[in-house]
């Protein structure tokens, strides 16, 4: 695991020297870059050495501001020196010597000295990536012109240069009960400079080119604060002639753009990216997809493409462009063929940006690469090659691949016939020579800027990730789902919602140890507002494929696994995708926090639109998490173990089963119809049955009531069901006739304990016996008969709680009738069922339930007693208007008497207006 600081920066101008003499037939293209780097190469390797010995155990791990000038590096915490008056000092003292490791970007010094065996597992550890070599360094005391004195490690053989910030990581370790203090210094790599060389090149602008990758984006905007107008200026006093843009860049210059009431003025410096489709008319003046220039006679095209998933990668919700993935067949074709064809253009240059290239070694028509950074040191690369037939021939590899170094500033000469056919191409990487390089004390306050972004605020946050997790199987530091697990569980605790998610948006910088509160603030990103909002389970159920719950060991940190695609941070809803234990249901509602900008996503989550905004957190969402994680080490007292037990348990992030109590008005139902007629006696021989119809009127409406009480694995249910039906005919000087088509009235009470989940088939489920009482009755009496009062008792074990299985169930019924006198008791078996889902690809939900009870004989067995009952219910809804469906149903009743012979049955059909409402009294 290298861990890495890695950041971008902006180069700076300086005045443009005597340009050089070209080749007649030669043209150059050069290129800068924009990135600074601060990487470890050893720390990975302690730990693995501490895991594999119970002799070396790393106790603690912490950084520090230091400075280095590639050949001193600071020991300890310097006082506030300057970099220009450690650039000014001269004056070293040598007061001893010591043993180093040096390899790669770093430097081990440890007092006292590591034990052998240590450093030889350090040294062997490394042998597939660089070579680990052991040296002596002179310990050396420094005093600055002004006084000031700092201890500082020579290595002696390395040329010394400007003196620049970095950072140390101190190790305490315990090597068989003796205390030893490690310490790894890195070279900081990148924003050394400009070239001298280049720049005297690409300002002969008839043969040569000079190329930006990239504007500075987030840097130097978010960390430098510099106006994007400013850093154009900056660029154009290079001469630059293109900048290619990058995912950061696009928004960034987006932003100053829609801000401009003047026009933008049209410079000599081009903004180019490819793949983007651009709908503002004034932002396409100002990006184009490509641009052409005649170098040295040859007309040569400058494409630059982003990744396809670059709208995740910077969130380019609010930037008026829609990315086009780079590697379609169709888009490519179609380009390049317009570059060939109608421009004709002799040669295609591509310019990826965000480790894209690969993407690009492969397509016809393209001729060189500018690809992706090796971060190995300046100018070490140097390739020439010969293309004899290279204009005739078919090829979808490009003639030349460039890998850029860690300085960033390189260049591309091309040969050509005199017909224009490309010959030979070199690329160089310009080394950093002192003699070179075009240095501005600028790059001292930007680099300082940095660092202060990084490491400013020295309290620290969050502990050490090594205290909190003993598993060594777990990483030395926060995962990316570490970090966005505790921002999830402070703003469900918050916001006091059932759940809360939001997008991993990986951050590139991390170190082992203490997390300090600016490098908190560097991944909670940019400032949005927390919105409150009831939110349909469709949602919910749409992002479950992108909730991410535990990262395994090998994706490490999980920076890669994320890195521009959708995974969700959620709280509230565990790996058994159950909210407060329930299953997650389309139709229910869910009170949700989440950060604001994601509502804007209503094209890929389309489900958002039905979100009902319940309010805004007044504190956005950095405040909040970052006062909590202050209130969280202020509440410890001190006390680390209170501290580190209170993070991890956020991080952890498990659902908590609280006492849940809602009010649901499952269902209320109405049909309602009236015929009236007059005066239709005269038309009796009219063949209109609506002219000889009798007047009648048509009414029946159900309702179910229930309280719904969970806590733990107990479920207690409360409700009543009223089912009632009338139909009045009124013949023509006839008597009324009155008939119901249904008369019920159900109070009942059911305890569920839930002893098992199930999962299968049917989905995820839970498994318990239940208990229902309940009494059953009629609002009226039927003519003739005494009023139905029975008490029925239910027991038997249930499959409930499913996301769209509501319950299916067995058990034994004992029903007490005091229908008649004296009152009589009747036992049965019975099975039912309740579902509800809705139907793929339709707007349709599917409700249905039923029940069978078999009744057992009895000497006491009267005509009025049945064997069997069976009712089944089936409703199909769609949503009318807010909650108010309209459903067609089906309802079907079939009985068997003990002593009366035949079946009966009743079947109902038709359609009626629907209307739920689940109350969340306490969640």
Sequence with gaps: ?????????????????????????????????????????????????????????????????????????????????????????????????????????????????????????????????????????????????????????????????????????????????????????????????????????????????????????????????????????????????????????????????RTRTDPIPAGAMSFICSNIEIKDAKFAE???????????????????????????????????????????????????????????????????????????????????????????????????????????????????????????????????????????????????????????????????????????????????????????????VYSQLDFKNIVVSTLKERAGAEIAFMKIQPFSSNVPGDVPASLVRIWLGEEDKVVRAWVPGSLIRALMPKFDFKLAPEEDTGYQKYQGKDYFAVSGLGPEKRISGLPVRDSEFYLAAFPARLLKETDKYPQLKNARIAGYEEKTLNTIVLESLEKIKKDSGGDDRAWEAAIKKLIENKPVRKPVWRLNLRDISLQLSDTGVRHTENFSQVSDSRLRTSGQTYFQGSGKLFSEFYSGNLRFDSGVSADYGRITLRPKDQPRTETESVDQLLIENELKHQFLRYNGFLGPMVLGPFLNLAYDTEFTRQPGLPKRKIVRGRAGLKLFEGAYIRELYTGLVTEQEYTYNPARTKYAAEVGFGMNMPLPGTALILTADGNYRNFARSRFDTAADLKQRLELNFKLSTRLYGDIMISPFFNFFLATGKLASGTATNIMTGFSLNYSRLFKLKY
Excluded at 28 to 49: Q, W
Excluded at 420 to 438: C, N
Aim: hydrophobic share 40%; charged share 25%; with cysteine.
């Design 1 to 257: 695991m290298k861990l890495a600081l890695v950041l971008s920066g902006i180069l700076l101008a300086a005045p443009p020297l005597s340009p050089a003499a070209e080749p007649p037939k030669e043209a150059g293209i050069f290129y800068f870059d924009h990135d600074f780097r601060i990487g470890f190469d050893f720390v990975s390797d302690l730990e693995k050495t501490a895991r594999s010995t119970d002799t070396f155990k790393i106790g603690s791990v912490g950084t520090e501001v230091s400075r280095t000038d590639g050949r001193r590096f600071m020991i300890g915490t310097p006082q506030e020196i300057s970099l220009d008056e450690l650039n000014r000092t001269t004056t070293y003292i040598k007061t001893g010597e010591t043993d180093i490791l040096f390899g790669g970007n770093s430097i081990l010094v440890s007092s006292p000295a590591l034990p052998s065996a240590v450093s030889d597992l350090i040294v062997r550890s490394q042998l597939g990536y660089f070579t680990v070599g052991r040296a002596r360094a002179d310990l050396v005391t420094g005093v600055t012109p002004g006084g000031k004195i700092f201890a500082a490690l020579d290595l002696n053989k390395t040329p010394g240069g400007r003196w620049s910030p970095t950072i140390n990581i101190v190790y305490g370790i315990d090597a068989g009960g003796k205390k030893i203090t490690a310490t790894e210094s890195c070279f900081p790599q990148g924003m050394s400079g400009f070239s001298r060389s280049v720049l005297e090149r690409s300002s002969l602008k008839d043969r040569n080119i000079l190329i930006s990758l990239g504007l500075g984006g987030r840097l130097v905007s978010n960390v430098i604060g510099m106006p994007a107008d400013k850093a154009i200026a900056r660029l154009e006093k290079f001469k630059t002639d293109i900048t290619a843009l990058g995912p950061d860049d696009l928004r960034y210059l987006w932003e100053w753009s």
């Design 286 to 476: 100002l990006v184009k997809p490509y641009v052409i220039k005649e170098l040295n006679g040859v007309r040569v095209a400058f494409v630059s493409f982003i990744p396809p998933n670059a709208a995740q990668l910077a969130d380019l919700s609010d930037v008026p462009v829609i990315v086009k993935d780079p590697i379609d067949l169709g888009f490519r074709s179609s380009l390049v063929e317009e570059l060939r064809g109608a421009q004709n253009v002799k040669l295609v240059v591509a310019i990826p940006q965000e480790d894209t290239d690969f993407h690009f070694r492969q397509i016809p028509g393209v001729d060189i690469v500018v690809g992706s950074k090796s971060w190995e040191k300046s100018g070490t690369r140097r390739e020439e090659i010969a293309l004899d037939s290279w204009d005739t021939e078919f090829h979808i590899a490009p003639a030349a691949l460039i890998i850029r170094d860690s300085r960033g500033v390189g260049g591309v000469t091309l040969g050509f016939s005199e017909s224009g056919a490309l010959k030979t191409v070199r690329t160089q990487t310009i080394p950093a020579a002192p003699e070179d390089i075009l240095y501005d004390s600028e790059y001292d306050l930007f680099k300082e800027q940095i660092i202060q972004h990084h490491f400013g605020l020295k309290e620290t946050l969050l502990p050490d990730p090594r205290k909190i997790y003993k598993d060594p199987s777990h990483p030395r």
